[in-house]
């Protein structure tokens, strides 16, 4: 599997694509949104794991830019934002998108990076 | 006592209902007296005006009724003496017609005829026969002999004028006496006078009978206003009645001249008659006591219908502004209440955001610790050298509880100061109670309070507005740490009724309770026990406002010294339509 990151916090989204490559998967990393684009422009990904609140292009505008290039591209949101009540009521779901608190368990990202996948 | 409660308006206790706002009790108290008094007087001056009105009718009416009485009564008085002269006159004829002047003239005959004269008519006092010139030709008494001589031409002319004449005697003036003259010519041409002399206090008991109802006085007096009868208030026959009553004498009428109105004896009416053919008047007295007499029963009778009236007019108009007052005051309080929950809404909205903030500010650099950890975690257990290090790992594996357990706190903020915006959703009551408790439970353990979570496991998910009834428990458990300083123990129970569709959360605490006294106006907004701990007063009245918004109920039951339990009623689906 290969995966996109896009956060504007360096630290977390590096060490995330060194965690992720532990397990097997195979993660390009961006701290913002026009570096995201290129990257999509540049070649396909499985999943693309977006920040929501980034400087310049936000999570929710990239989402809408990537799904232009791409209109098939899975896409996770994650976010600082909201309670994991929201998420496990199911509530903020639409379509292809899913959302998941920081801090994230990796455990559960890539259950959810195959869930979409699939 | 618990009528005079029941009547007593809400805003009258206002203190004493433990409202601790900046409403000052008074202004309501001002407003209701000022109010009353605005109304009294705009109410009872047109009703005095309609009494003083009424009263001033009835003092004219009674004076025109006494008016009436005096001139019906001196007319029948008159007439009444009239026809007593007349009986007397025609008496006196009779005698010529049954005797010869000669017979007349006999003294023995004469004493004869005055002493049968006499059986019949009371106070006749002398009989005399006299020529046409006025001298005595015969008589019962010689007394008269002198007297006469003094006005005799006048008497004379009077009576051969009128054939029949009535007047007072002039010798006697402390008991003038009446004396009826009859000038007769029979049929042997013959003519000579026949005088008859009457004690006049006859005419007083003749009189007499008209003193009634209200007439208080009757005499008799000649023209030049001397007493021929006692008089109640002017003397014995003889004396002069001193006030000019006859001055503006009709033939019969009243004298009501204020100038009558003698301060010593307070004549208020004199009525006066003439009697004809005479220089008689028959005077009737009305005094003044009299009137007011009738005047007092008149204003007992005003009294009687005014000061009811005006009780119930009082006690209409009391009644009438303690309700729109205390209309007023609930409006003022329901009012305020609103302000004060938009004020704490407002509040607990800009908390809301601000924990939102915060929370959101915190998750960024919680993520990097989490992934740093994660990652030092992955190195040790993919890299062998470190996998068997207990020590290490379970340092790593710390780290991680800890950013799970900070991560649970920003969420719970998060979803916290979400729901702060009114908003139904599905939700689950075990996970709202345990949410709340989550936020309390640091307290309850720095208190020393045990929290003992039983909840039914087959409660159903509801559908209701969840920040809102987060509200309610976190106000219910804050309230109940109150009650508990010194430790003590708070039990939450969830059951439901299937059938009635509804579930029930009881929040119970072993704390100091409540009072009976207290217990009536712990749902009032402003009212607290708590006032010099910094409570508002407000946490059970807006948790009651907002059980009210849910279609619910909150009730409490409490015994002091044991413990106090609410109890909240929630139906399964909150219905905008359904009553509560």
């Not at chain 1, 916090?9 to 684009?37: M, N, P, Y």
């Not at chain 2, 006066?272 to 007295?285: C, E």
């Not at chain 2, 007023?328 to 407002?346: A, I, P, S, V, W």
Request: hydrophobic share 40%.
């Amino acid at each position: 599997m290969h995966v996109l990151l896009v956060d504007d916090e360096q630290e977390f989204v590096s060490t995330l694509a060194e965690r992720l490559a532990f397990r097997g998967i195979e993660a390009d990393w961006v701290t913002d949104g026009e570096k995201a684009l290129e990257k999509i422009r540049s070649r396909q990904y499985d999943v693309a794991v977006l920040d929501i609140k980034m400087p310049g292009i936000s999570g929710i505008k990239l989402g809408e830019k990537i799904h232009e290039l791409n209109p098939k591209q899975k896409i996770i949101f994650c976010t600082g934002h909201g309670s994991s009540a929201d998420y496990d009521a199911g509530a903020a779901q639409s379509g292809k998108e899913y959302y998941l608190a920081k801090p994230i368990k990796i455990d559960i990202l890539i259950e959810k990076m195959k869930e979409i996948q699939n | 006592m618990s009528f005079l409660k029941k009547i007593t308006p809400t805003f009258w206790n206002h203190r004493e209902l433990g409202w601790n706002t900046d409403v000052e009790i008074y202004v309501y108290r001002r407003k209701w007296m000022m109010l009353i008094l605005f109304i009294s007087v705009l109410t009872f001056i047109p009703l005095g005006i309609l009494t003083a009105i009424f009263y001033q009718m009835s003092s004219e009416e009674i004076l025109n009724e006494l008016n009436e009485e005096t001139k019906i009564n001196s007319e029948n008085a008159a007439l009444e003496l009239n026809l007593y002269f007349e009986e007397y006159i025609n008496n006196l004829g009779y005698i010529t017609v049954l005797y010869s002047r000669k017979e007349l003239t006999n003294q023995k005959t004469l004493q004869l005829i005055f002493q049968e004269f006499k059986k019949s008519h009371k106070g006749f006092l002398e009989l005399d026969v006299l020529d046409e010139q006025g001298k005595i030709l015969t008589s019962t008494s010689g007394l008269h002999q002198s007297c006469l001589k003094t006005g005799l031409g006048h008497w004379l002319d009077n009576v051969k004028k009128r054939e029949a004449y009535t007047s007072t005697s002039c010798g006697n003036k402390h008991n003038p006496h009446l004396v009826i003259g009859r000038y007769i010519t029979n049929a042997k041409g013959e003519s000579f006078i026949l005088r008859g002399t009457l004690n006049n206090l006859v005419l007083g008991d003749l009189l007499g009978k008209f003193r009634l109802a209200d007439i208080q006085d009757v005499f008799l007096s000649d023209s030049k206003q001397q007493l021929l009868t006692r008089s109640k208030y002017f003397g014995n026959p003889g004396k002069k009645v001193p006030y000019p009553f006859m001055e503006h004498l009709p033939d019969s009428g009243q004298i009501t001249d204020k100038s009558l109105f003698i301060s010593k004896n307070k004549f208020l009416i004199i009525g006066a008659s003439h009697l004809s053919g005479t220089n008689f008047t028959v005077g009737v007295v009305i005094t003044e006591s009299q009137f007011l007499r009738l005047m007092s029963r008149t204003t007992s009778q005003i009294m009687y219908i005014m000061i009811p009236a005006g009780v119930m007019l009082l006690l209409f108009i009391i009644g009438f502004v303690s309700y729109a007052i205390d209309r007023l005051y609930l409006g003022d309080m329901q009012r305020n209440l609103y302000m004060e929950q938009l004020e704490q809404t407002d509040k607990l909205s800009s908390i809301g955001r601000l924990a939102a903030g915060v929370a959101h500010e915190v998750n960024n650099p919680l993520a990097i610790i989490n992934e740093k950890a994660g990652l030092l975690q992955d190195l040790f257990t993919f890299v062998d050298e470190y996998k068997n290090d207990k020590r290490l790992m379970d340092t790593v594996d710390a780290i991680i509880t800890a950013v799970e357990r900070a991560g649970t706190i920003t969420h719970r903020l998060l979803g916290f100061s979400r729901k702060m915006n009114s908003s139904v959703e599905e939700c689950e009551p075990a996970q709202v109670i345990n949410d709340v408790i989550g936020f309390v439970k640091k307290e309850a353990e720095y208190k020393n309070i045990t929290i003992d979570i039983n909840l039914d496991e087959t409660m159903p998910r509801i559908i209701t507005d969840r920040g809102k009834l987060q509200q309610i428990l976190l106000n219910l458990a804050t309230n109940a740490f109150h009650a508990m300083d010194e430790g003590g123990r708070l039990e939450i129970k969830g059951t439901m009724d299937k059938k009635k569709q509804k579930i029930f959360i009881k929040i119970h605490d072993n704390g100091c309770g409540i009072s009976p006294e207290s217990l009536k106006h712990i749902f009032d907004p402003f009212f607290t026990t708590k006032s010099r701990a910094g409570g508002t007063g407000l946490g059970l009245a807006i948790s009651h406002g907002l059980i009210h918004d849910l279609k619910g109920s909150l009730d409490v039951e409490s015994t002091v010294g044991v413990g106090t339990t609410f109890t909240i009623t929630l139906p399964y689906l909150l219905n905008f339509n359904q009553g509560v």
